[in-house]
Every structure is written in structure tokens, then in C-alpha cells.
């Protein structure tokens, strides 16, 4: 059954309550130089860096859970931490990964976390298109999953809205809230 989005209670909640936590995630260098006008690759590079670190192992917890979630949910398909290594061209064990990732080890917790990575892939369109005008070939991994992005997000935000309850919405939100700190304060880490 497909949940319109404008009427998702628990869309609705996300998007109002995790938006100074989103904003915060965007006060990193990376997108300052992009908001300035003045991308580089150097700071393309080091932000592709640090999303490495927490991307990668953020899909590695993700996959544990795979069979819980189901085949609806294409968890094979929304990983995109290996775009950032084709991006940067270099080998995994180079990255540092971030030591500590929200918790995922319920329902709740899991599609809190994955609102914030799925949603990254919208926002990412837009940053691929300033880089592309700068003349920056770092674009894979901000790409997301070209033409399908919107079709993925359509459905994930239909199955989210689907799997939220009035007794676990708060936990989603509160997962997201969470994950959006944890990765602003990795983002913010020398």
C-alpha cells in the first residue's frame, strides 16, 4: 500500500524536527566553499573522506539487518560508499572510519538513520551539478543513483511511512536527530 507522502505524520515530524540538525551537518567546510562559490578538490577530497568514514560502516551495520528489512527496501542497491572510493581513487584501508555510529539495532533506530543517509542522496544531485560548473571530477558518490534517486526516495520515504507506528515515530525521529549529531560532529572532527 503507498502512503502519500504529504501526509506521512512521521515524514512530517522528520522533516520539521531534524532541520537545525540538518543545518548544522552543512556548516562543514566542504559546504561553505560550495555556498561561497568556491569549491575545491582539496576540500571535495576531504569531504569525500570523512563521508567515507562513516558511510562505510554505517552500510556494513545496515546489511546485518538486511533480512529483517526485507527486499522492498534494496539495501544492496542504496550503498554508495564504494562511489567515494572510485571518486578518490584510493584504497579503503587509507580512510579513517568514524568510531562511533548511532545506535541501529532496532526498527526505530534504523529508519532514523537511514532518513538521514537516503535523504543525503537528494542534496547530493544539487552539489554534483556546482561541482560539475567548478570544473570538480569528485561527482560519483554525490550523484547518488542518477535518474533512479527520486524513484529510491519515493519509495523509501512510502516504506518508512508505512513501517512507522504511533508508538514508534518518536524513536525515528529521535534516531534521525541523533545520527544528523553524529555525523556533524565527525564531519567537524580534525
Not at 32 to 37: E, I, P, R, W
Not at 53 to 67: I, K, S, Y
Request: with cysteine; net charge positive; glycine share 6%.
Amino acid at each position: 500500500m503507498s502512503v502519500p507522502l504529504a501526509i506521512s505524520p512521521v515524514l512530517a515530524r522528520l522533516r520539521a524536527e531534524t532541520r537545525p540538525y540538518h543545518d548544522a551537518v552543512e556548516q562543514n567546510e566542504f559546504n561553505q566553499a560550495l555556498t561561497a562559490g568556491t569549491p575545491s578538490h582539496a576540500a571535495t577530497a576531504r569531504f569525500l573522506s570523512k563521508m567515507y568514514g562513516f558511510l562505510q560502516p554505517f552500510e556494513t551495520a545496515l546489511a546485518q539487518h538486511a533480512d529483517a528489512l526485507g527486499p522492498a527496501w534494496e539495501l544492496a542497491a542504496r550503498r554508495r560508499a564504494h562511489l567515494i572510493l572510485l571518486d578518490l581513487q584510493v584504497p579503503a584501508a587509507s580512510l579513517p572510519l568514524c568510531p562511533v555510529l548511532p545506535p541501529l539495532a532496532t526498527l526505530p533506530e534504523l529508519l532514523g538513520a537511514m532518513y538521514v543517509l537516503e535523504g543525503s542522496t537528494l542534496g547530493g544531485q544539487v552539489l554534483a551539478r556546482q561541482l560539475a560548473k567548478a570544473g570538480i571530477d569528485l561527482r560519483r558518490y554525490f550523484t547518488g543513483y542518477g535518474e533512479l534517486t527520486g524513484p529510491r526516495w519515493k519509495t523509501f520515504c512510502q516504506l518508512l511511512a508505512a513501517a512507522a507506528t504511533p508508538a514508534n515515530e518518536t524513536k525515528i525521529v529521535e534516531s534521525a536527530i541523533h545520527t544528523f549529531q553524529q555525523l556533524a560532529a565527525w564531519l567537524a572532527r580534525p
